[in-house]
């Protein structure tokens, strides 16, 4: 039976920041010590095994994609870049069925996205200058 893996070849720094629920960061320039990085793990990945990538623009993950063919693996595809990936995983709807672990656990995926202070602080201002627009419009239908 094939596993499958969601990899983000983006840097770790961009993989902190914002990632597609529990992919495994591996950078594009790295990929192709995929087996060796997934072995240390106690893993073995299989040249049939399902493997998606992607990155911020899709670039890399494209790159990846065929470092990982050269390397005779099967069943290897980029899905482009985030927002692009995120789409597509959800519409597949295998967000779920990923197996983000190394360890070989399915679990539930979720997009988890972290912000600055500065950026809450922006967002807060937003929300509170959006009810105070929609406020003063519900007063004028009175």
Do not use: W
Not at 1 to 19: G, H, K, N
Not at 25 to 44: S, W
Request: with cysteine; hydrophobic share 35%; charged share 30%.
């Amino acid at each position: 039976m094939s596993s499958q893996y969601l990899i983000d070849v983006r840097t770790p720094e961009e993989f902190s920041a914002a990632r597609l629920g529990n992919a495994i960061n591996i950078e594009y320039q790295i990929i192709n010590h995929l087996p060796d990085i997934f072995a240390a793990k106690g893993v073995e990945v299989k040249l049939s095994d399902a493997i998606t990538m992607y990155c911020k623009s899709g670039r890399r993950s494209g790159i990846a994609v065929q470092t990982l063919k050269g390397l005779g693996y099967e069943n290897v595809r980029s899905i482009g870049g985030f927002e692009e990936a995120k789409e597509i995983l959800l519409r597949e709807k295998v967000l779920g069925g990923m197996n983000g672990e190394v360890n070989g656990k399915r679990g539930s995926v979720k997009v988890e996205v972290k912000r600055t202070e500065e950026e809450e602080k922006k967002r807060e201002e937003t929300r509170k200058k959006g009810l105070g627009a929609l406020m003063a419009g519900l007063k004028g239908l009175e």
